[in-house]
């Protein structure tokens, strides 16, 4: 998989830009708040139709305009592919690939698959549960279109379910409805269970190689998925909470409640670890996040390192750049230091600027 070029109009900082990428190392180098992660999030959404900040279509259009526009060329085993993106203000963004329009934005997933590690990810493991349901849900969706149907469906479910719990004081004949809400809210929750168990099985069986490696031997690690319940007692579970859901008008059970822990050696370091081992443990996480993609799709993902160097000590970005093989990589970074002293190999360097981007080979 190879990105070839990417152009944007009126896309955050962006009134014009047109970018060719080689197939190897690219990078994007400027001080900050200059654009460069608005390529990478471009990328992205080119990816995955969706905003890795979690940005709205309205709040990337660049300000005072209407519309954005985002093409990208794709080289996918041998063929040619070209994304449209079209973002509105006020209407749902449109999509087109080889100028086929889109019924469904779902519909572009699985064409482009992407890696994005951004510093924030270094956290994944002692923030909220939230954050690791949404990189299980990111991953998943991009390889596994089942599991984003049934991923919206169930999130459907759960904001009726809630709507209707609240408008139960005023209308208390609602019950049997609710009865019909939680019987689809348990045929698609049973997926998402199932399929996540699947797929950290499928992570652990490469993370504890890379991570016992990155570690330097010391750690065997693991992760260990904590559903909020079983897929066969989810019923049962939301029988027996439903005057809780009622009372506080919100629903309580699910695998949108779901976490997964780490457990290095024995320890959970989401509660007992040292930052250091955290911060490894999200590495090893990333690796694994790109070696389950080759494994799955039997093609090289693109990865998006978003100024995640400068967090990285010296062992840890040896072992990242050393561990990228023939992968394309796409970096944004505020100088060159950190990889001319690793004598990293670099194919292509832009600078960025206050929203104008430079060739500099």
Not at 19 to 38: H, M
Not at 233 to 241: G, H, M, P, V
Not at 260 to 274: L, Q
Request: glycine share 6%.
């Amino acid at each position: 998989m190879i990105i070839k070029s990417i152009k944007l109009e009126n896309f955050r900082n962006y009134e014009n830009l047109e970018l060719s990428f080689e197939k190897g190392t690219n990078i994007l180098y400027g001080d900050n708040a200059q654009g460069k992660t608005n390529v990478l999030e471009a990328v992205y959404l080119s990816a995955t139709t969706k905003s890795h900040k979690g940005s709205k279509d309205k709040e990337m259009i660049r300000f005072g305009q209407e519309e954005a526009h985002i093409r990208t060329n794709l080289d996918k085993e041998g063929m040619e592919y070209r994304v449209d993106m079209h973002l509105k203000k006020s209407k749902s963004k449109g999509i087109a690939v080889n100028g086929q329009y889109l019924k469904k934005a779902a519909q572009l997933l699985g064409l482009l698959n992407v890696v994005f590690f951004s510093p924030e990810d270094l956290s994944i493991i002692k923030n909220g549960p939230s954050e690791r349901r949404r990189f299980v849900d990111m991953e998943l969706c991009q390889i596994d279109k089942y599991y984003l149907y049934n991923l919206n469906q169930y999130n459907k479910i759960v904001n009726q379910r809630n709507k209707l719990l609240k408008d139960f004081y005023h209308n208390t004949d609602i019950s049997e409805t609710l009865h019909v809400w939680d019987m689809q809210l348990v045929t698609y929750g049973k997926q998402i269970i199932e399929r996540r168990k699947e797929f950290v099985d499928q992570l652990n069986e490469i993370i504890y190689g890379i991570h016992k490696n990155l570690s330097g031997d010391k750690e065997e690690l693991v992760i260990v998925y904590e559903p909020d319940t079983e897929a066969e007692n989810f019923e049962n579970a939301l029988r027996i909470s439903r005057e809780k859901d009622i009372k506080y008008k919100m629903t309580s059970v699910g695998p949108h409640r779901d976490d997964f822990s780490f457990v290095a050696n024995g320890v959970d370091i989401r509660k007992y670890g040292s930052q250091g081992q955290q911060r490894t443990a999200a590495l090893s996480l990333k690796l694994s996040e790109i070696e389950l993609v080759k494994k799955v799709t039997g093609d090289n993902p693109v990865l998006l390192l978003d100024d995640v160097l400068s967090e990285l000590d010296s062992n840890r970005q040896n072992y990242l750049l050393n561990n990228i093989g023939n992968i394309q990589t796409i970096i944004t970074c505020t100088g060159l230091d950190e990889f001319i002293n690793n004598r990293f190999s670099i194919d292509k360097i832009f600078k960025v600027t206050n929203g104008r981007i430079e060739s500099e080979n």
